[in-house]
């Protein structure tokens, strides 16, 4: 069985809830139905046969996170902010995460460069000491800037050890090619806009094996989050996207910038990390008004120095140059670390 719990109004709807997840009419058959397992204070547990779905990210998606529930007229509030998922379910991420705070950095302007400029620009955030550099989600395999053309520029400007983790989001029929054909080019990760493209493309990619890492960007995922009375708690979110195969997971920051409270990016890096059976934990990014002027701070508001990554996106650019500001942020990342273990 996999159990969800919602947030739910009128409290009565927790069973028609049950019935629009899984048979939709009360004498549908009982090897299908979900059930109510628990109802207390606004909140209804709901049990359902993992057979419904079984590994198949999409129905998952269509029943618990997105489903016809969020057009019934009967709810005034449904909100999913809790799952307990059977170990083995979904495959997790491909790699461990590591027991540090990385510092990653993205390639701006987002659109209009060539493979060389991105290039070049990327050699600045690896001088600078960044971890990772990653693509803009906007880019993606432009006639000015194509996916292959600009992998094999920045490749061949990266020192080892720093990943380059390219977009390849685009037409699904091709998307295990485009990124079989990065990872051939050298690149040490891939980025897929994982609710754009849509969740099943991490099970895919991580499946696929291809031997880097994956990083899921966010975008789409304020749509199901944002909204406090219908939709999905940001952790759930989190969660699914790591144990879908994602080994970086975005998951806001505390800066004010983007919509989660500090209790919510607190909430989705315990998502990240959280032991779920045999899946590892991931990479919890925090990303969104990031810069070497906060970045110290936004460490020390997650709470842990493990596991995590601070990403420098425009406030790389915003005086000086990207090499000074991701060096500035490795440094002060690098010495809290140091002072907090001493």
């Known amino acids: 069985m996999l159990r969800a719990i919602y947030e739910i109004d009128p409290p009565e709807a927790a069973e ?35 057979t419904n779905f079984g590994g198949d990210v999409t129905l998952l998606v269509s029943s618990l996170l997105a489903g016809e529930w969020a057009d019934a007229a009967k709810f005034r509030r449904c909100r999913l902010i809790g799952m307990e998922w059977p170990d083995g379910l979904l495959p997790g991420p491909g790699f461990d995460a590591p027991d540090k705070v990385l510092v990653g950095a993205i390639v701006k302007p987002s659109l209009g460069l ?40 920045v490749r061949a400007v990266l020192p080892d050890g720093v990943r380059y983790a390219p977009n390849v989001t685009g037409p699904v029929d091709s998307l295990l090619e485009r ?47 944002r909204n406090r009375t219908i939709g999905v708690a940001p952790d759930v979110i989190a969660e699914l996207t790591r ?28 998502a990240c990390h959280r032991v779920n059976g045999t899946a590892r934990r991931c990479v ?35 005086a000086g140059s990207p090499e000074a500001a991701v060096a500035s942020a490795v440094a002060g990342v690098r010495e809290n670390s140091a002072a907090a273990s001493a």
């Open 114 to 153: 060539l493979p060389a400029e991105v290039a070049a620009t990327a050699g600045q955030l690896a001088s600078g000491g960044a971890d990772l550099i990653k693509d803009d989600e906007l880019l993606g395999d432009p006639p000015w800037c194509p996916l292959t053309e600009r992998v094999s520029a």
């Open 284 to 318: 919890a990014v925090l990303g969104g008004g990031v810069g070497p002027d906060n970045a110290v701070e936004q460490v020390a508001a997650a709470g842990t120095r493990s596991g995590v990554m601070v990403l420098l996106g425009s406030a790389a650019y915003s």
């Open 179 to 225: 990124a079989a054909q990065v990872v051939a080019l050298g690149a040490g990760a891939v980025m897929v806009n994982a609710f754009a493209q849509g969740l099943d493309s991490l099970r895919a990619l991580r499946e696929a094996e291809l031997g880097v890492p994956i990083f899921a960007h966010r975008v789409g995922a304020a749509l199901w989050a």
């Open 16 to 50: 028609t809830l049950a019935l629009i997840e899984s048979v939709g009419r009360a004498d549908g058959p009982d090897n299908a139905r979900a059930r109510v397992v628990g109802q207390e204070d606004g909140r209804a547990v709901l049990e359902f046969p993992v």
């Open 243 to 270: 144990l879908c195969g994602a080994d970086f997971v975005q998951v806001g920051s505390f800066t004010g910038t983007v919509y989660d409270t500090p209790e919510e990016v607190r909430a989705q890096i315990v």
